[in-house]
Structures are given as structure tokens and as C-alpha cells.
């Protein structure tokens, strides 16, 4: 569904946001260099796209109206999406030879390295990256011919001569449409007529593909493929269109659950969970940059045993 109109200047939104951090219109135009009265110009033309007052004038300056208050504490989130946005397209365009080549397979990619890049940018400054993306496997084998210092996949362990660190953790959903049979049920679904209905899969060599392969083949079960499509963007619409039912991140489905267009439907006795991996060569020191970036997923070590191969003398931080 496309935006309401008019849709709000983010640089006036920004220019909000610091005034209800610094009190005062002269203050804000100073962190954002402009001068005063531009500022009260941008400030007015927002008042005027909301239809509401957003600061009270007088002669001894300005403060925020209780409106205004409001809206300042509803922008943060959207300023974040925004710097998370460019962190990521920045990381996609890459700029001259940038000190760190990444991988990662699409879901980490779309929900999870932007965050993690917005991180270390605000406490390095000049941090750079490339980006490439890909399916689980072919992120793990752009890190073998070390073509990327650092991956990060979905799913199962790292194969011999990789080093791993976990990132964070995700599970599978599987998805309907609202007019499928299954939106409607009250009882979970049983994981053999899961496994027995035709569905809408990643390719080979997903991660998402092989976590659900996976959790059924511990049942003596596989799954039978109906269409197999190479993004989550096109399974979502061909699941919404009524094409079959699909299993994806439940990172990226929060919102079409929330709005309806998917409906989630449980599968008993069926474990969908999986693990988010940091994947580099194990034969290989990790420079400065990626230990950074590591250190801002949160990366912890696989097990007691195997800690020299994760993150050696890092410190992780809380996601």
C-alpha cells in the first residue's frame, strides 16, 4: 500500500528530534549547521505536512507543544530505519578499497547487517564495507576462496576449514494466505501433512530450504517442492497470492503477520529453529574491522572447546 501523502521531510523529522534533545530551536539548527531561521522554516513547513502544532512561540523562544513531544519520540524509529537503510546501501556501492568484503545470505543481509553496521560507524569513523549477497552456501563458499573475509549464514555449522561464531537465532514460520484452508485452524497442523502438501521453497542451498529439510527429515519426512524462487520478496507475494503455503524467517514476515497478509500456522512437533553464523576461514587472522563488526553482532563463541575459533579477544555486546 503506497504512503499517505504528504509524507514528511526526514532532514525536518531529524531537525525534531533535536530540539526535543537540546531544548531549543537555536541549539538544533547549531548541531545541524544551519542557521536559525532556517531551521524555524523547516519546523513550520512540518507543522503545516502534519496539520498540527508542534512548538509553542514566544518571545523567550520555543518549546515542544505536547503534540510536538509526542511525534519526536514516534520519529526515532523511523530515523533509525533510515540510517540502518543507508549503513546497508553504503555497504552495497562500497567506496574505493574498502577494508572489509562481507557475504551474507539474504534474510542476515536485509534484517540484520545494517544494524550491525550502523553500530560500528558511530563509534568508527570511515568504517567501510562491500557486500555481497547469496544463499548460505554460496556465502560459505565465497569465504573458501577467500574472495569475502567474513560471511554470515543461516542454519547448520560451518563445514571443515571455517571457523564459526553465533549471532543471534531465528525460526521458521510457516505462512498461508488469509484465504488458505489453513489460516483457519484452531488445532496445530501435523508435520506429515506438512510434508505430504506441495510447497512454495527457496532454491538449493538456502538456508531457510535446508532448516526445513532438516526438521522434517528427523521425522523420516521431506518436503515436496510446488515452485522454488530465489528471494524471500518473491515467496511472500506467491504465498499471498494463494500459490501454497511456505516456511520463512520469522524475522521477515513480522509485518505481514501483523497486517494480515500472511497467517502463521504451528506444526507440531516440528523444531524450525536455527542459528545465525558468523563464518571466516579458519586459517586465517581476522583483521581489526572484522573483529569490530563481530563484536557489534554480538558474536559468542560455538562452545567452551572451540573458543579459539570463534572470537578471540573480542568484546560482544548485547543485541
Avoid at 10 to 34: E, K, T
Avoid at 275 to 281: D, K, L, N, T, Y
Wanted: glycine share 8%; charged share 25%; aromatic share 2%.
Amino acid at each position: 500500500m503506497p504512503l499517505p501523502q504528504p509524507v514528511p521531510d526526514l532532514v525536518s523529522l531529524d531537525l525534531l528530534r533535536s530540539v526535543a534533545d537540546l531544548g531549543s530551536i537555536r541549539q538544533a539548527a547549531a548541531r545541524h549547521l544551519i542557521s536559525q531561521p532556517a531551521a524555524s522554516m523547516r519546523l513550520r513547513a512540518l507543522e503545516r505536512c502534519f496539520g498540527i502544532e508542534l512548538l509553542e512561540r514566544s518571545s523567550s523562544g520555543a518549546r515542544l507543544t505536547d503534540a510536538g513531544v509526542a511525534v519526536s519520540q514516534w520519529v526515532a524509529p523511523v530515523l533509525e530505519s533510515m540510517e540502518a537503510l543507508l549503513a546497508g546501501v553504503g555497504a552495497l556501492r562500497g567506496t574505493g578499497r574498502p577494508p572489509l568484503a562481507l557475504a551474507a545470505s539474504l534474510t542476515v543481509a536485509e534484517y540484520l547487517v545494517p544494524r550491525w553496521l550502523q553500530r560500528v560507524r558511530s563509534e568508527r569513523a570511515g568504517f567501510a564495507v562491500s557486500l555481497r549477497m547469496g544463499n548460505s552456501e554460496q556465502v560459505a563458499e565465497m569465504v573458501r576462496r577467500r574472495e569475502v573475509e567474513l560471511g554470515f549464514t543461516e542454519g547448520s555449522a560451518a563445514a571443515g576449514g571455517l571457523a564459526e561464531a553465533i549471532v543471534g537465532h531465528d525460526e521458521l514460520v510457516i505462512v498461508v494466505a488469509a484465504t488458505h484452508p489453513w489460516a483457519k485452524r484452531r488445532r496445530p497442523l501435523d508435520a506429515s501433512t506438512l510434508a505430504k502438501t506441495p510447497l512454495v521453497l527457496r532454491e538449493p542451498g538456502s538456508g531457510t530450504r535446508e532448516v526445513l529439510a532438516r526438521a522434517l527429515a528427523g521425522l523420516g519426512l521431506e518436503p515436496v517442492p510446488l515452485v522454488e524462487l530465489g528471494s524471500t520478496t518473491a515467496i511472500k507475494g506467491a504465498v499471498e497470492a494463494g500459490v501454497g503455503p511456505a516456511a520463512l524467517s520469522a524475522l521477515t514476515v513480522a509485518d505481514d503477520l501483523r497486517d494480515g497478509r500472511l497467517v502463521a500456522v504451528a506444526v507440531r512437533g516440528l523444531d524450525l529453529s536455527r542459528a545465525m553464523r558468523a563464518i571466516w576461514r579458519a586459517d586465517r587472522r581476522l583483521s581489526p574491522p572484522a573483529r569490530a563488526l563481530l563484536a557489534a553482532a554480538g558474536a559468542k563463541p560455538i562452545s567452551p572447546g572451540r573458543e579459539r575459533e570463534a572470537v578471540p579477544a573480542i568484546t560482544t555486546t548485547s543485541r
